[in-house]
């Protein structure tokens, strides 16, 4: 088993903490040593049970151990930690094809799937029942909220949010930045910096 920090103390850092538990049930791999908060905690503080070890400079007292951020924090602070210290956290539930490839630093919630020849880029973070289907290129930073639906061929650029339960058609290119709004349905390319809503999905604004 190897050592392993949550960085965050926020309520999906609490549930990342119980697919640690859940990873250990089916094949233990990880020994949960605490979590990292973004801001200096009290002494002797803990988040739901487990050890909050300090700020980020605490990272240099455990060097062998992985690291697995959640959603909220900062990404210009982890800019500044080495790839190689990211492991990636998938619920067991969650298909997960062979012929896939995930980056550092990604979170899959239970009851996902990740279809074949499927890209993930660093940082991705998809809540449960998220479906990111063949041959779709996922890049960094993006994150997919709960029952977010996309067909084949489809690619996300960096840094964009996806909203709860909603789809997206094959071949579409979603432009860096862009908030996609619940329930939407994306039917063409959206532009860079775009919120996106409703059925077929227009664009409301920008999201800057």
Not at 19 to 28: K, L, T
Not at 69 to 82: G, K, M, S, V
Not at 84 to 97: E, H, N
Not at 100 to 111: D, F, N
Request: charged share 15%; aromatic share 8%.
């Amino acid at each position: 088993m190897r050592d392993l920090i949550i960085l965050g103390t926020g309520v999906h850092a609490a549930e990342m903490a119980e697919i640690v538990g859940r990873v250990n049930c089916a094949s233990p791999a990880w020994n949960l040593l605490g979590h990292v908060a973004h801001e200096a905690p009290g002494p002797g503080a803990s988040f739901h049970g487990n050890p909050v070890l300090g700020t980020l400079d605490v990272l240099a007292r455990y060097p062998q151990a992985m690291l697995v951020p959640d959603n909220e924090f900062p990404r210009d602070a982890l800019a500044a930690l080495p790839r190689d210290r990211f492991a990636s956290l998938i619920d067991p539930t969650t298909f997960v094809s062979a012929a896939a490839r995930i980056g550092a630093g990604c979170v899959v919630y239970p009851h996902g799937f990740i279809g074949v020849n499927a890209r993930m880029g660093d940082f991705v973070f998809a809540l449960a029942g998220t479906v990111i289907n063949h041959d779709n290129v996922i890049e960094d930073r993006t994150v997919f909220a709960s029952g977010t639906t996309l067909a084949g061929f489809v690619h996300v650029e960096a840094g964009c949010y996806l909203g709860q339960a909603c789809s997206v058609k094959q071949y579409v290119r979603i432009g860096r930045n862009s908030l996609i709004g619940m329930g939407a349905v994306v039917t063409k390319d959206v532009a860079p910096f775009s919120v996106m809503v409703g059925n077929p999905a227009r664009k409301l604004r920008e999201n800057r």
